[in-house]
Nanobody, 116 residues
Framework: QVQVVESGGGLVQAGGSLRLSCAAS????????MGWHRQAPRKQRDLVAD???????TYADSVKGRFTISRDNAKNTVYLQMNGLKPEDTGVYYC??????????WGQGTQVTVSS
């Protein structure tokens, strides 16, 4: 089994910043990609950012230019630097790790709340 643990969420004012961290551990042989989805209240869960093992990144249009995803492959850890936060960024951020064999493991979620 693989465990995925997020940290770094919290409450910030609009325009502020947060840095999320996510570490995968357990019976991992190879991770193909890691990233975050988020679920805003009463809305579907959507991709926020993804980074594969080669460093290629994907961002939701709504966060481009404000969020930066990075990784430390040796530590199976990924970071999401979130700047210029907006109230619409509020939600639960779920980290995931896609491993060899197309399995996907999810973290428990970390709450991000942005007040105006």
């Amino acid at each position: 089994q693989v465990q995925v643990v997020e940290s770094g969420g919290g409450l910030v004012q609009a325009g502020g910043s947060l840095r999320l961290s996510c570490a995968a551990s357990g019976s991992i042989f190879s991770i193909n990609a890691m990233g975050w989805h988020r679920q805003a209240p009463r809305k579907q869960r959507d991709l926020v950012a993804d980074i594969n093992s080669g460093g290629s990144t994907t961002y939701a249009d709504s966060v481009k230019g404000r969020f930066t995803i990075s990784r430390d492959n040796a530590k199976n850890t990924v970071y999401l630097q979130m700047n210029g936060l907006k109230p619409e960024d509020t939600g639960v951020y779920y980290c995931y790790a896609r491993v060899a064999g197309t399995r996907t493991y999810w973290g428990q979620g970390t709450q991000v709340t942005v007040s105006s």
